[in-house]
C-alpha cells in the first residue's frame, strides 16, 4: 500500500507541476514536439539544427527509447548522463539517445546541465517503472497491489452502506419532523417531510459512492505503467475545474476589492443622506424652501439614483460583463422593459411631480374627480384613498396629475376653516331677514361648525315660486364632513319648526282650501285653517 500511496501522489505532483515545468515565453514558442514512450509523453523538443525539423528530432529519439527498451537484459541503471564543456549527452551504455545543447538550454530558459538532468531523470524514471515489468515477480506485485485496491474499494463501499443503512436510517425512523408551512397552508406533511429527508440521504450514499469509485480509479490504474495516462487524465478532470476555478478567484480578487470600496463609499452616502432627510423631516435641520414633507421623499429618490450609480460604476467588474451573452441579455431585458414599462414610467414620474406640487398629504381628505376619501398611501406609482364607506381605491399618478384634485384638509390647517354649504328654498311668504337669522342660529348650534369666523348666507338666486338661500359655515376638521353635514341639516329643520317656518318649495296655486300647514304637527299653528265654504249649484237654463 505504501507504494500505492507513493505513486498516487507523485502522479498527482507530476499534474501540476507538468504544465508550469515547461511554461515557455510566447516569443520563443515557434514549434515544439513531444517525445513519446509508449504513447506517453516524457518532455517537449523546443530546438533542432538545421538539417531536420522539430518533430523529426523528437521522433528519432523516441526511437532510439523503444530501441534501448527493447535491448535484452535492459537495466535502467545502464542509463548514464555525460556533461561535456559544448554539450551533455544521454546515453545508455554506448549508444547514445540524444544530445542536448546551449540551444536547448537557451530556447527551456534554462542551464544547459539542469536541462540535461530533467531529460535525463524523465527517460529512466519511465523506463525503470516499465522495466519492472519484464520480471514475473513485479508483475504479480502490481496484480497483487491492484487486488488490493479492488478490495479496498468494496470494503469502503460496504461501510458506507452499512452506515447509512444501520445508524442514519433507523435514527430517522426514530425522528418526528415538522411539517413545512406557508402562513395556514401545509406544503408538506411531516410524513413527507420523513420521505424527503431519506430519499435525500439515499442520493447523498450514492453520490459518496460514485465519489469513492472514481478515486480509486486512479490509485488502480497508477499501477501498471500502461494505464497511468488514464490515471492522469480521471485526476485531471476533476483537479483542472478546481484550479481554474481557484485561478479564477484568485485573478477576481482585485475586482472584488473594487466593487467592496464602490459599495461602501455608497452605503455611507446613502446613511449620511438619510441622516439628513430625518433631521429636516423632524424639524431639527430647516432648509429655506425646502419642506419636511419632502425630506422621505427626496430621499427616497436620492437612494435610487445613488443605488444606480453605483450599479453603473460596478457593472465592468462583474465577471462575464464584457461577454456577449451577457451584453445580449442586457439588451434583450432592456428592450422589453422599455416596451413594457411606458405606462409605469409616465406614473413614476408624476409620482415625483406630485411629491414637489404637494397638492395633499397623508391624512388629507381630497377630491379626485368624482373619487373622494382620504389619503392612505403615496408613492412614486399610485396613490390610495379610503372613503367614507371604507373603500380603499387606488389611483394612478398620472391621472391625479393631469386632472383635478381638491384638497379639504388643508383649508382647515392653512386658512380659517373649510366652508360648508347648504342650500334651501323658502317660499316668498316668509321674511328673508327671518330665514337668514334662522339659518345662522342652525349653524352655530351644529357640532363641529366653529364661531368664528361667523357663518353666513347668500341669496343664490330668486325663482318664480321661492328664493334659494346658501348657509355657509366654517370647519377645522375635513374628515368629518359627511357627519357635519347631516348634523347640520338635522340643525336646519328643528330650527325651521321651531320658528314655525316651512322647508319647503311650493308652486302655488290660486285657490288652498283648508290644508294643514307642511310642517310637524307641535310645530303648527293653533286653530284649523279656514275654508273658502263654495257651494257648487246645479246650472239652470
Given amino acids: 500500500m505504501k507504494m500505492i500511496t507513493r505513486r498516487y501522489i507523485l502522479s498527482l505532483l507530476l499534474l501540476f507541476t507538468g504544465i508550469a515545468g515547461f511554461g515557455q515565453d510566447s516569443l520563443k514558442q515557434i514549434s515544439r514536439a513531444p517525445v513519446l514512450f509508449e504513447n506517453d509523453t516524457l518532455f517537449y523538443i523546443n530546438y533542432a539544427p538545421n538539417n531536420i525539423s522539430v518533430t523529426e528530432r523528437a521522433e528519432l529519439i523516441s526511437n532510439r527509447i523503444e530501441k534501448v527498451y527493447g535491448i535484452n537484459n535492459f537495466k535502467a541503471n545502464d542509463l548514464n548522463l555525460q556533461q561535456d564543456s559544448a554539450f551533455s549527452s544521454i546515453r545508455y551504455k554506448d549508444l547514445t539517445i540524444m544530445t542536448i545543447t546551449d540551444e536547448d538550454a537557451q530556447i527551456n530558459d534554462l542551464d544547459r546541465e539542469s536541462l540535461a538532468k530533467n531529460y535525463f531523470n524523465a527517460i529512466k524514471g519511465k523506463l525503470d517503472q516499465y522495466a519492472q515489468f519484464k520480471d514475473i515477480r513485479n508483475v504479480l506485485l502490481f496484480i497483487a497491489e491492484a487486488m488490493a485496491v479492488i478490495l479496498g474499494l468494496v470494503l469502503l463501499i460496504w461501510l458506507i452502506n452499512r452506515f447509512f443503512r444501520k445508524f442514519l436510517y433507523r435514527f430517522l425512523l426514530k425522528q418526528k419532523y415538522p411539517a413545512f408551512s406557508l402562513g395556514n397552508y401545509t406544503i408538506l406533511s411531516p410524513g413527507k417531510v420523513g420521505a424527503l429527508v431519506r430519499q435525500a440521504l439515499k442520493l447523498l450514499r450514492l453520490v459518496i459512492i460514485l465519489i469513492a469509485i472514481y478515486f480509486a480509479l486512479p490509485i488502480l490504474f497508477n499501477i501498471f505503467p500502461w494505464t497511468q495516462p488514464l490515471a492522469e487524465k480521471l485526476i485531471n478532470y476533476v483537479v483542472a475545474p478546481i484550479k481554474k476555478i481557484l485561478h479564477a478567484i484568485v485573478n477576481y480578487i482585485p475586482n472584488l476589492l ?58 465592468p467588474y462583474l465577471p462575464g460583463s464584457q461577454s456577449k451573452v451577457f451584453q445580449g441579455v442586457s439588451v434583450f431585458l432592456g428592450i422589453l422593459i422599455s416596451l413594457g414599462s411606458s405606462s409605469a414610467i409616465s406614473n413614476m414620474i408624476a409620482g415625483v411631480v406630485i411629491t414637489y406640487m404637494r397638492p395633499f398629504r397623508i391624512g388629507d381628505r381630497i377630491k379626485v374627480g368624482e373619487v373622494m376619501g382620504d389619503v392612505i398611501e403615496k408613492t412614486l406609482l399610485v396613490t390610495r384613498l379610503r372613503t367614507i364607506k371604507n373603500e380603499e381605491i387606488t389611483i394612478p399618478n398620472a391621472i391625479i396629475l393631469s386632472g383635478q384634485t381638491i384638497n379639504y384638509t388643508v383649508a382647515c390647517h392653512e386658512s380659517k376653516g373649510l366652508i360648508l354649504h347648504t342650500t334651501v328654498t323658502i317660499g316668498y311668504d316668509v321674511p328673508w331677514r327671518q330665514v337668514h337669522d334662522l ?7 351644529t357640532q363641529g361648525i366653529i364661531p368664528d369666523p361667523k357663518p353666513f348666507v347668500l341669496q343664490t338666486s330668486l325663482e318664480d315660486y321661492y328664493p334659494s338661500y346658501q348657509l355657509n359655515a366654517y370647519t377645522d376638521d375635513a374628515s368629518k364632513m359627511a357627519l357635519t353635514y347631516s348634523l347640520l341639516h338635522q340643525s336646519i329643520q328643528d330650527t325651521f319648526n321651531e320658528a314655525g317656518v316651512e322647508i319647503m318649495s311650493p308652486h302655488y296655486t290660486a285657490l288652498r282650501d283648508g290644508n294643514t300647514a307642511a310642517m310637524p304637527e307641535d310645530s303648527r299653528p293653533k286653530g284649523e285653517p279656514s275654508t273658502f265654504k263654495i257651494h257648487i249649484t246645479k246650472k239652470t237654463e
Fill in 258 to 315: 473594487t466593487i467592496f470600496v464602490i459599495y461602501l463609499f455608497t452605503r455611507y452616502v446613502v446613511r449620511a443622506v438619510k441622516f439628513l432627510a430625518t433631521e429636516v423631516e423632524r424639524g431639527i435641520l430647516k432648509i429655506n424652501g425646502f419642506y419636511a414633507d419632502w425630506a422621505q421623499p427626496t430621499f427616497k429618490i436620492v437612494k435610487v439614483l445613488l443605488y444606480t450609480l453605483m450599479f453603473v460604476a460596478i457593472f
Fill in 439 to 445: 339659518l345662522i342660529n342652525a349653524a352655530l348650534k
